[in-house]
């Protein structure tokens, strides 16, 4: 991302330090130092270190949403026939473009990263990274794949369930690749197999 004036690089550099820290552990003249300001300077930008915390919030979040609107298939218009019509090897390339960019795109790793820490310490918090992670996701798949059943597409299954065995795998390789990043290459290979065993599974023509 172009950081563009002294307001953002103060988020950016703040969503850094609290990833590595926490929000506690992160002072407001920790933040003006990694911005190379004086801490009244910072003041004149932002009225407190919660302030600061949720423009990182806010603005991380539109980020996410472009990326979330890029890699998915769109339900408003054919998805059903994007999906019908792409071969296993299109597939599995838009999904783990995907999984690189929510890896190696560094806002989005260090605002998963601080979502993680914080969400037992602030309700909102935990309620944003369900939403993001989980709630949103599957509320996304669940519609992909009724249209998918609904079509003949499929096979005839539960949606929800159906979205529950295509998308626990990608998030647990996700946590397992920010736990381990030396990890990532296997991890991609992993997330090939299972999405290319997940179609012969699910889709109702390779019966």
Request: proline share 2%; aromatic share 12%; charged share 25%.
């Amino acid at each position: 991302m172009i950081i563009k004036n002294t307001k953002e690089r103060i988020w950016q550099e703040a969503l850094t330090l609290f990833s590595e820290h926490g929000f506690d552990g992160v002072s407001v003249k920790e933040i003006a130092h990694a911005v190379g300001i004086k801490d009244s300077s910072l003041y004149n930008h932002y009225k407190s270190k919660q302030e600061i915390f949720d423009t990182i919030l806010f603005e991380v979040c539109d980020i996410l949403k472009e990326a979330n609107n890029t890699f998915a298939l769109p339900l408003a218009g054919d998805a059903g026939d994007i999906y019908t019509n792409s071969s296993v090897e299109d597939l599995t390339k838009m999904y783990v473009d995907a999984f690189k960019f929510y890896l190696r795109n560094e806002t989005a790793s260090k605002f998963r990263k601080l979502l993680i820490t914080e969400q037992h310490m602030h309700q909102h918090v935990g309620d944003l990274y369900n939403e993001l992670f989980f709630d949103s996701p599957m509320k996304y798949l669940t519609a992909l794949f009724t249209d998918l059943i609904q079509r003949g597409t499929f096979i005839k299954a539960d949606p929800y369930t159906t979205a529950m065995h295509f998308y626990a795998p990608l998030n647990s390789l996700i946590r397992r690749s920010d736990i381990r990043p030396d990890l990532e290459e296997e991890n991609i290979v992993y997330l090939e197999h299972h999405i290319k065993q997940f179609d012969q599974i699910y889709r109702a023509d390779s019966k």
